[in-house]
């Protein structure tokens, strides 16, 4: 009876929402009205080649044009993963013990051995470039916090510090944070391009995000490895 | 391109994005166990981005990056949404992350998985 309730609903919501997708169209330039007001699109690519020497237009979006939201997606990541660790918050004595069911192969521990490094490497490549190529801050931090995953789970007395995770995530925010303060003390608003801007398709151009989206790089890479290990230390069996 | 291309892809990626977004509502609404719950919420996301990410496509675009290969004169895809789905994949996975703790808290409680186990859960 339920599900029967719940397909009724599924099928009235899918209805209306797939019709009014259909309405719009796949690949029509839908946001434009008349020709007299240009669409924010177009003054975002524009501004993205011609003032910020950007080339990845996305990264310009994130970090200079939206960048007070990608401090607030920022701070909701460090919030959600300061309410695990507090979810999870267990007695001293219980931390350590890791719920492993069975240990990894020699294959695996020493692959991983090999691999970490190059997983590493590829992570800071793809925040460090987060400006020329796809990619940056967000997901160069998630491969390296992949790299820490395979060394977690290919050897189970593998620990990581959490003194230093959150030295490495505080420093990154206050990097954040203080770049944006840089930009009141320039005669500016908060966030605001200091820096020379460098020449487009460079290593050094862009001005402040670079910077901005190393330091986002290492915080994600933080958070993320602090999430797996808390995750991965629990065990199930007790009780709290 | 033509138009009909165009047609049946606005039908086939369009409701593929719905589809995807239906089969994580009915995961979260009709499953008994907390896990599928969680997996169904995070399904409804990924067909959210799904769909916000195709509605900013144009036709004939490339992606938004002026690296040396582009010409300059071709149209590129709106890259508003996909820094709005970036955003949004960050935000879900904080969540999920959040919610799947919860869910580690409650078996440490109820020993059970299952919501209609769980005594002093009534709906």
Known sequence: MKKILVLLLLAVVGFYLAGTFFDIGFGNSHFVKNDAIKPVKDIYLQQTVQELKVSNAVTSIVVNFRGFDTLGEVTVLFLSVTALGSILYKKRHHVGERSVLFSASSIVTSGSKLLFPAIVLLGAYVFIHGHLSPGGGFQGGVIIATGFLLMLLAYENYSVSHNGLSIVESLAGITFVGVGLLGFMNGGTFLQNFLPTGELNNLFSGGIIPIIYIAVGFKVAAELTGVIYTVLNEKGEQNG | ?123
């Open chain 2, 1 to 123: 391109m033509d138009s009909a291309y165009f047609q049946y892809l606005n039908y086939a990626i369009y409701g593929t994005a719905v589809l995807v977004m239906l089969t994580g509502l009915y995961a979260a609404l009709v499953k008994k166990s907390l896990l599928k719950i969680v997996i169904g919420l995070s399904i409804v996301d990924s067909g959210l981005n799904l769909l916000i990410v195709t509605l900013g496509y144009l036709k004939g675009g490339t992606a938004p990056i002026f690296s040396s290969g582009y010409n300059g004169t071709q149209t590129m895809v709106d890259p508003i949404p996909q820094a709005l789905v970036l955003t949004a994949i960050v935000i879900g996975f904080g969540v999920t992350a959040v919610a799947l703790s919860l869910v580690i808290r409650l078996w440490r409680h109820h020993h059970t998985l299952y919501i209609d186990e769980i005594k002093n859960l009534k709906w």
